[in-house]
C-alpha cells in the first residue's frame, strides 16, 4: 500500500495522489513550486520530497535491493524462533505473510486516534491561525464530528475539506 500526499499552495488545494503523481504535479507549477506545502494523509505532517528528475542513487547494499530488502535484526525468544523454523517457507517469508496481513487488517480499518492525529497536524499547520481551530480541535478530540464540521465551515474549502476528510474516521468509529 502506497501513502497518499496531498499538496497545498497557501489556500488552495493542489493535488492528491502517491508521490509520484504529486511530484509531477508540483514540476508543473515551475517557479511556483516553492510555495507548495505537502502532507502526509496518514499522518498528516508536512513533508519534504526530492522533486528532482534524477536523484542519485544510493549505493548499492546486500541482499536484494530491487525488491527494497532491508537486513535489520529482529529479537525473538527461543519458542518464538522455534515456531518460525517449523513454518513453510523460512522465518523472513512467514514474518513477511504476518506483516503484510496485519498491514491489510488495519488498512482496512482505518484507527479512529490516527485519524484524530493526523487531522490534528494537518490543521495545525493550514488553520491554526484561522477562527475557530482551537474549537475544531476539541470537538476533533471528543468525536464530535457536527461541531468539527461547523467550526471548520470558515475555513477555505480545501482546507476545510481535506480536514474532515482525514477526520472522517474518527468520526465514524
Do not use: C
Request: net charge negative.
Amino acid at each position: 500500500m502506497e501513502r497518499t500526499l496531498t499538496a497545498f499552495a497557501g489556500d488552495l488545494w493542489i493535488a492528491t495522489g502517491d508521490e509520484g503523481e504529486i511530484r509531477d504535479a508540483v514540476r508543473a507549477m515551475g517557479d511556483d513550486a516553492q510555495n507548495i506545502l505537502l502532507f502526509d494523509d496518514g499522518t498528516g505532517k508536512q513533508l519534504d520530497i526530492d522533486l528532482r528528475v534524477s536523484a542519485d542513487a544510493p549505493p548499492r547494499g546486500r541482499g536484494r535491493p530491487k525488491l527494497g530488502v532491508q537486513a535489520r535484526e529482529v529479537t525473538l525468544l527461543p519458542r518464538h524462533w522455534d515456531w518460525l523454523a517449523a513454518q513453510p517457507g523460512g522465518a523472513s517469508a512467514v514474518l513477511r505473510r504476518l506483516v503484510d496481513a496485519a498491514r491489510k487488517t488495519s488498512a482496512d480499518t482505518p484507527s479512529p486516534r490516527g485519524a484524530m492525529d493526523a487531522a490534528y497536524h494537518f490543521v495545525t499547520v493550514m488553520a491554526g491561525d484561522r477562527p475557530g481551530y482551537e474549537e475544531a480541535i476539541r470537538a476533533l478530540y471528543a468525536k464530535d464530528g457536527a461541531l468539527f464540521a461547523a467550526l471548520s465551515g470558515q475555513w477555505p474549502s480545501g482546507i476545510r475539506d481535506h480536514a474532515r476528510a482525514l477526520a472522517a474516521p474518527a468520526f465514524s468509529a
